[in-house]
C-alpha cells in the first residue's frame, strides 16, 4: 500500500500524517500511540458518554496505518465483541468482523472501542435510552448528532483521528456537522455494509467522520481496501461548477447557517468558482422520504416489534409503529418518486460538478428538547437536522460534511454533494476549500 511521505512538501497533514510522522521520526512507538488514544478514551468517557464498550488493552496492527486507532459505531460486527445497535437486548458476540473493518484491520489500523449511537441508529440525536446521551465535547449540554454520535464525539474530543459510522439519512453528516468535523457519506454500494446491522439496506451506507479532509481521504480509502493510502491533491476551486439546488436549498435554517452558507459560496466565487442558482422542483424535501425507508425499518423490526414493544425506547417504539403502518401501496410509490429524484438528478450533475447545501439548518440541538428555534419558528429537531442531508441517501450519491471557517462553535457546515462515484473529487474539492480558509479543519475540544 502506498501511504505516501508524511512532510512531503505540498501535502495537506492530517492527525493521521501528523501521528505517523512522530513514529517515524521517534518520538513515538506506534504501541505509545494506542495507548494514548485508549488513555484519551476513557478520560473521555466521563463527561462526553461516546463509547458503549472500551477495551481493557488494544493490540497493535501490522501494516502502514501501524499505531492509528479508529472508533467504530455499536452497529458494526467485529468478532467477538456484541454489537449492540444501542439496543436493549442485542448482546450476541460477532462471529465475524465486517468486511469494511477487516479493511481497516489489513491497513494496520487498530479498532478502538464501540461507540454509542442512537437506538438502532433510528435517529439523529443520540440520545439513547439505554446506554445514555452521547454529549457534545464541545458543550455537553447539547447532543452530538446522530445517529453516529458516539464516533463524532470520539473524534471532536480528540481521542480518535477518525471514526467509522453509518448513514442512512445523514446519520455521518449530522453528527460531523454538529461536533465542527468532517464527515464523508459515500456512494451507496460502494463500500461493503456485510456485517453492519440494517437500517434501510437500498439506503445505508458506512463512511468516516474524521477530524480534517486529509484524516477522512486516508480512512475512506482504507475502508474500501484501496492499494492507496493518500489524500487526494487538493482540485482547483477556479472553475468548479457549483449547483444550488432550490427549492431544496430554502429549507429550514438558522440566521447563522444561512449567512455562513452564502459566505462560503462567495468565497468560493471570489477564487473562480462557477456558482449557479438552479431549479430542482422534483428535489424538494420530504417528497416520499419517510415511507421510501420506514416499510425497510418495519420489515426488520416487525417480529421483535409486535412480541414485545416495550424492548424499544419510547420514541423508537412510536416511529416504529408509524413505520409498520406504512402499507405496500406506499412503498411502491416511494419507489416510483425515487427514480424520478435519481433522474432529475442526474440531469443536474450534466451541467454542475457538485451541489452545494447547509449540511443542518441548526448547529445546536440541546438534550431532552425535542423541538429547535429556527429563526422565529420551533420545528422538531429531525425535521431540522435531517432537510439537507436524508434526501442525498434516497438519490444514492456521495456527500461532504465540512465545518466553514465562520463564527460559532461548532462552525456551521457545508455540505458538497457530487455524482456517483465521485468522493475522490468531493474530498479533493473539500482540501482545497481547507487550504483556501473557506473549510476549517475540525474544532476539536481536546
Known amino acids: 500500500m502506498d501511504l505516501g511521505v508524511p512532510g512531503e512538501p505540498g501535502r495537506d497533514l492530517g492527525v493521521i500524517d501528523a501521528d505517523l510522522e512522530r513514529v517515524a521520526t521517534g518520538q513515538a512507538s506506534t504501541a505509545e500511540l494506542v495507548s494514548e488514544a485508549l488513555s484519551r478514551a476513557r478520560r473521555s ?5 461516546a463509547f458503549t464498550q472500551l477495551p481493557e488493552t488494544s493490540t497493535v496492527g501490522s501494516g502502514p496505518l501501524s499505531g492509528i486507532a479508529v472508533a467504530v459505531k455499536d452497529l458494526i460486527d467485529q468478532a467477538s465483541l456484541a454489537t449492540t445497535a444501542g439496543s436493549s437486548f442485542l448482546r450476541e458476540p460477532a ?4 468486511p469494511c473493518l477487516r479493511n481497516l484491520e489489513a491497513a494496520g489500523v487498530t479498532l478502538l472501542g464501540r461507540t454509542n449511537l442512537h437506538e438502532f441508529a433510528f435517529g439523529f440525536s443520540s440520545e439513547n435510552d439505554w446506554f445514555g446521551p452521547v454529549r457534545n465535547p464541545l458543550d455537553p449540554a447539547t447532543s452530538a448528532g446522530g445517529s453516529s454520535g458516539g464516533s463524532a464525539a470520539a473524534v471532536v474530543a480528540g481521542v480518535v483521528p477518525a471514526a467509522i459510522g453509518t448513514d442512512t439519512g445523514g446519520s455521518v453528516r449530522v453528527p460531523a456537522a454538529l461536533c465542527g468535523v468532517v464527515g464523508l457519506k459515500v456512494t451507496h454500494g460502494s463500500i461493503d455494509t456485510s456485517g453492519v446491522f440494517p437500517l434501510a439496506p437500498s439506503l445505508d451506507t458506512v463512511g468516516p467522520i474524521a477530524a480534517s479532509v486529509a484524516d477522512a481521504s486516508i480512512i475512506h480509502a482504507a475502508l474500501t481496501g484501496s492499494a492507496s493510502l493518500t489524500a487526494p491533491e487538493p482540485a482547483p476551486i477556479s472553475g ?5 439546488p432550490h427549492p431544496w436549498v430554502t429549507g429550514p435554517t438558522t440566521p447563522e447557517v444561512r449567512e455562513a452558507f452564502v459566505d462560503a459560496l462567495d468565497h468560493m466565487a471570489d477564487l473562480g468558482a462557477r ?10 424535501p420530504p417528497g416520499l422520504i419517510s415511507p421510501g425507508a420506514n416499510f425497510e425499518v418495519a420489515g426488520i423490526h416487525r417480529g421483535w416489534f409486535e412480541s414485545d414493544p416495550s424492548r424499544y425506547g419510547p420514541q423508537i417504539r412510536d416511529r416504529l409503529a408509524a413505520a409498520l403502518a406504512v402499507s405496500p401501496a406506499e412503498h411502491a410509490e416511494s419507489l416510483r418518486w425515487r427514480a424520478a429524484s435519481r433522474s432529475t438528478a442526474a440531469s443536474a450533475f450534466q451541467d454542475v460538478d457538485v451541489l452545494a447545501t447547509p449540511t443542518v439548518g441548526a448547529m445546536t440541538k440541546r438534550i431532552g428538547e425535542d423541538m429547535i428555534d429556527v429563526g422565529g419558528t420551533s420545528l422538531h429537531y429531525r425535521t431540522v437536522l435531517s432537510h ?4 442525498v441517501n434516497h438519490l444514492g450519491l456521495p456527500a461532504l460534511a465540512l465545518p466553514l471557517k465562520a463564527p460559532g462553535l461548532p462552525p456551521p457546515s457545508l455540505q458538497l454533494i ?14 482545497a476549500l481547507e487550504r483556501a480558509e473557506i473549510a476549517a479543519t475540525g474544532d476539536r475540544a481536546a
Open 388 to 391: 439537507f442531508t436524508a434526501l
Open 95 to 98: 462471529s465475524s468482523t465486517a
Open 418 to 431: 457530487g455524482g456517483a462515484g465521485s468522493e475522490r473529487r468531493l474530498l479533493a474539492i473539500g482540501l
Open 275 to 284: 456558482i449557479t442558482e438552479i431549479d430542482l422542483a422534483d428535489l424538494e
Open 240 to 244: 468548479v461548477r457549483v449547483g444550488v
Open 45 to 49: 468517557q466521563l463527561t462526553t458518554n
